[in-house]
């Protein structure tokens, strides 16, 4: 620290930080973290059997989308330079196991070879991983009947996991995005994704995946709650804080390129320590109860949505996140090409 030599009349150094705080100009060239566009994902729903697209109710704004919507969507995007999305596929058939999630002509599958078909290397496509909007009881694995109890089965998940994830290569998938937190399917995916050639597919993992209320939204938007029981066999306490570093440990070790926190804002003190930790790229994703509070209240006139918007998604970054997924990055870019935020 250094010794200041004068002080004002008031007897205060003379040290004033509002000087940099004057006008928009000044507040910029000196702003710590910035976010662009370039550095958000979009999650998309993509419905099977769906005529163009439909509202989703309580994710005010956001729609389920038909593969021609989509592509027009993505088209959108593009103008906007956000050049990522996440997909999200909602199935017209499920069942037990979840066969619909590794079909050949399964309704991701066709999303990206058609999105890919239009724009090619324009578009990083993502894919989540996953069984829930697959299977008939909801969860994000397999069912096995231990006595009277039935439990997630890890081992008989992580290969269907490495099938799904497999097909999604075949499609033409940038990046698979395991989101089921089983044990070990990071290196089940890329070991599979390996032996098939698609050495080039990236995985980023769902690693410090939280059981959270904040997915209320989602689950309602891809029909995906579990019919019994809840995900805390397998996502995480939201009070552990050591054991996302041995979550994201593992990932690395099994081959994962980016992880992932989730969710984000109530998980930056998590976002931080990961990043400080390790050498990875870190995604945070602000998921589906971030989006629907903040759109809520701005509806209610309780909050300025894009002050609110802007803010969270700096801090976000300012937590050490590299890539943020969330259902605002095509708004935030439209505000940012029209000007209109802080
Ligand atoms: C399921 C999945 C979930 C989300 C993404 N994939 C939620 C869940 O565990 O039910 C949440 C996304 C959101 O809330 O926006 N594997
Ligand atoms: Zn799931």
């Not at 993509?46 to 994710?59: A, C, N, S």
Request: a negative charge; hydrophobic letters at 40%.
């Amino acid at each position: 620290m250094r010794i200041l030599p004068e002080f004002t009349k008031y007897g205060f150094p003379t040290v004033r930080l509002r000087r940099l705080r004057k006008n928009r100009i000044v507040r910029d060239l000196i702003a710590e973290v910035k976010v662009f566009p370039s550095s958000l994902v979009m999650p998309l729903f993509v419905k099977e059997g769906l005529m163009e697209r439909e509202p989703i109710d309580g994710m005010p704004g956001q729609e389920r989308l038909s593969i021609n919507a989509l592509i027009r969507e993505v088209g959108e995007l593009l103008d906007l330079e956000v050049r990522a999305i996440l997909l999200f596929g909602v199935p017209s058939m499920k069942d037990e196991f979840g066969s619909s999630a590794y079909d050949r002509d399964g309704i991701v599958q066709k999303a990206v070879r058609e999105v890919k078909k239009n724009f090619g290397e324009e578009i990083t496509v993502m894919t989540d991983v996953c069984l829930c909007q697959y299977t008939s009881h909801g969860h994000c694995g397999i069912i096995l009947e231990k006595g009277n109890r039935k439990i997630i089965d890890n081992d008989s998940t992580i290969e269907v996991l490495a099938r799904i994830a497999l097909s999604h290569a075949e499609a033409g998938a940038d990046v698979v995005a395991p989101s089921d937190m089983m044990d070990g399917r990071v290196g089940a995916i890329r070991k599979a994704l390996d032996e098939a050639g698609y050495t080039d597919t990236a995985i980023m993992s769902y690693s410090v995946k939280y059981a959270s209320s904040l997915y209320g939204p989602f689950r309602n938007a891809a029909y995906s709650k579990p019919s019994f029981g809840d995900r805390r066999s397998y996502q995480m306490d939201p009070r552990n804080m050591r054991e996302a570093l041995r979550e994201v440990e593992l990932d690395i070790l099994e081959g994962a390129d980016i992880v992932m926190v989730k969710p984000a804002s109530w998980y930056l003190d998590i976002v931080s320590l990961i990043k400080n930790h390790f050498n990875v790229p870190v995604a945070a994703y602000s998921v589906s109860g971030e989006y629907t509070m903040i759109k809520i209240m701005a509806e209610k006139g309780l909050i300025d949505e894009k002050q609110a918007v802007w803010e969270q998604l700096h801090s976000v970054r300012r937590a050490g996140a590299d890539i943020i997924i969330t259902y605002y990055a095509k708004q935030y870019a439209e505000w940012i090409r029209d000007g209109e935020l802080p």
